[in-house]
């Protein structure tokens, strides 16, 4: 008989498999506090359901995420899984613990077709979409393992999830209904309640489908920029030819129309020789004076085979320098990680052996 995997329903969901079972609505919010709150995979062990739903359940239905093939810490305490999900096919999910907040980076493809230049996903190639519970279940696994292990290693902050990127493998909004589906699970008050400003899509600038998320569930918003002007963005993010950037941009102001933040972040990888003189930051300047938003600069993290070089540190700072004297508000994103491969872009998640074993501590139990 096949099974139904419960991971994959937001409360809509639910509510309609509850409704097929003969079950009263209100069932799916105790389901949804039980799976996600409590992380428990047993409908044995939910205490409040009558005995007679208990049974139905495990005859019906599964709770099933992707099973954790390798679990790293790095030096920083940055903290990486290694997911299967099924054929050969792996994707990672990252845990970065700060002072204040705990952010994980969340992974919403197997591969990616839009195949920018300077991204170890994007060099993969497309695979496929991950299912709602493949995407959730990164959140899900991340704060079960989290909450169950309070000894390990480098950092002695609170290192639950209060913070999701959708910024790991995978343009998020090509695959749109499954990432809007994981997106309503991460911000239902029975499942994991987090606020619209800590659930951030990050996209390459897929203008149509910005225009549904705004309509559908307008999260905070970073859009990858990478170039101040169409030629050169045409080469790093090849997507821009359908979408150059002035369409973008339109999509951006509209998109502030109905966000939770009244900016948009602008991410820039800083790409030695490419994309970071002064003149690209003038240029870049004029084309977003008109836009709300941030800049956050992403040191070029080189992988296998790629073909850039990451910026010099002083290129990177005066580029800074430049963007805020003109008044925006400029990041340098912190390379975290580094160890473990677990920084933006060196996601790659092929069930393969890694090496490098001296620089980062295997996480033994995973319960
Ligand atoms: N597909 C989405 C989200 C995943 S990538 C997007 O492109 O926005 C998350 C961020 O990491 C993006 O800004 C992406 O451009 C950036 N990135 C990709 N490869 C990188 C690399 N090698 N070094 C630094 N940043 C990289
Ligand atoms: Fe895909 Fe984003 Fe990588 Fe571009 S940067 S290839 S959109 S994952």
Not at 51 to 59: M, T
Not at 260 to 270: G, L
Request: with cysteine; proline share 4%; aromatic share 8%.
């Amino acid at each position: 008989m096949v099974t139904t995997n419960l991971l994959n329903y937001d409360g809509k969901g639910l509510a309609n498999f509850c409704a097929e079972i003969g079950e009263k609505p209100f069932r799916a919010k105790q389901l949804l506090r039980w799976i996600h709150q409590s992380g428990i995979t047993d409908f044995v062990d939910m205490s409040d359901l009558a005995k007679g739903l208990r049974e139905k359940l495990s005859a019906l239905a599964v709770i099933e995420s992707p099973q954790i093939i390798s679990d790293y810490v790095a030096a920083d305490g940055t903290r990486k899984w290694l997911l299967s999900v099924g054929a050969g096919n792996g994707i990672e999910t990252v845990f970065i613990p700060e002072a204040n907040r705990g952010t994980l980076c969340v992974s919403s493809q197997v591969g990616c077709a839009l195949a920018c230049t300077f991204c170890s996903t994007g060099k993969q190639g497309f695979n496929r979409n991950l299912t709602v519970a493949e995407i959730i279940g990164q959140l899900w696994i991340a704060n079960k393992t989290l909450k169950a292990d309070p000894k390990d290693v480098a950092t002695d902050i609170n290192r639950v999830v209060s913070n999701v990127v959708m910024m790991g493998m995978g343009e998020p909004l090509a695959n749109f209904d499954n990432v809007v589906m994981a997106l309503d699970l991460m911000l239902d008050d029975h499942a994991y309640g987090l606020s619209r400003r800590r659930v951030t899509v990050s996209t390459s600038g897929l203008v149509p489908a910005i225009d549904r998320l705004r309509e559908r569930c307008p999260v905070a918003l970073a859009v990858s920029y990478h170039a101040p002007n169409d030629t050169l963005r045409d080469q790093l993010v090849p997507i821009n030819k359908k979408y150059p950037i002035k369409e973008l941009l339109a999509a951006c102001q509209r998109y502030l129309s109905a966000a939770p933040r009244d900016f948009i972040t602008f991410e820039y990888v800083m790409l030695d020789g490419v994309n970071d003189s002064v003149a690209h930051a003038r240029e870049l300047i004029k084309l977003v004076q008109d836009t709300p938003c941030k800049f956050n600069l992403i040191p070029f993290n080189s992988f296998p085979g790629s073909d850039f070089k990451r910026s010099t540190s002083d290129a990177v700072r005066i580029f800074r320098d430049v963007l805020m004297q003109a008044g925006f508000v400029t990041t340098v994103r912190k390379t975290r990680g580094d160890d473990i491969a677990a920084a933006c872009g060196q996601l790659a998640g092929q069930v393969r052996d890694k090496t490098r074993r001296s620089t980062y501590v295997k996480v033994e139990a995973v319960k």
